[in-house]
């Protein structure tokens, strides 16, 4: 059974700084891209990172601007997203996916939920 599991989330203040990990198990991890895709409320689901197999390329939106940062460790099983300076807007619930974009027919974790107070 292929399981994804997100954590790491919580509430910062502007500015603030978060690293959201999600964890895989069921597949080999080391075969895959990952991505890390946010919907905040009332929203559709927004793409924002992927890395590729081995982790040496990576993809972001371009509304990131530069503050987010993706990663992997195929050792562990884990892909990570290291947020910063996060502002109010980037309140949502984070969760990752296989592959190199969003897919809704694709197993995704559960999420976990970043809110940034002004």
């Known amino acids: 059974q292929v399981l994804l599991a997100e954590s790491g989330g919580g509430q910062v203040q502007y500015g603030g700084s978060l690293r959201l990990s999600c964890a895989g198990a069921?597949?080999?991890?080391?075969?895959?891209?990952m991505s890390w895709v946010r919907q905040a409320p009332g929203k559709g689901p927004e793409w924002l990172s992927s890395?590729?197999?081995?982790?040496?390329?990576?993809n972001y939106a371009d509304s990131l601007q530069g503050r987010f940062t993706i990663s992997k460790d195929n050792a562990k099983n884990i892909v990570y997203l290291q947020m910063n300076n996060l502002k109010p807007e980037d309140t949502a619930l984070y969760f990752c996916?296989?592959?190199?974009?969003?897919?809704?027919?694709?197993?995704r974790g559960p999420g976990t939920q970043v809110i940034v107070s002004a």
């Open positions: 996916t296989r592959g190199p974009a969003y897919n809704d027919r694709e197993v």
């Open positions: 890395i590729n197999t081995d982790g040496r390329r990576t």
């Open positions: 069921g597949f080999r991890f080391s075969d895959f891209y």
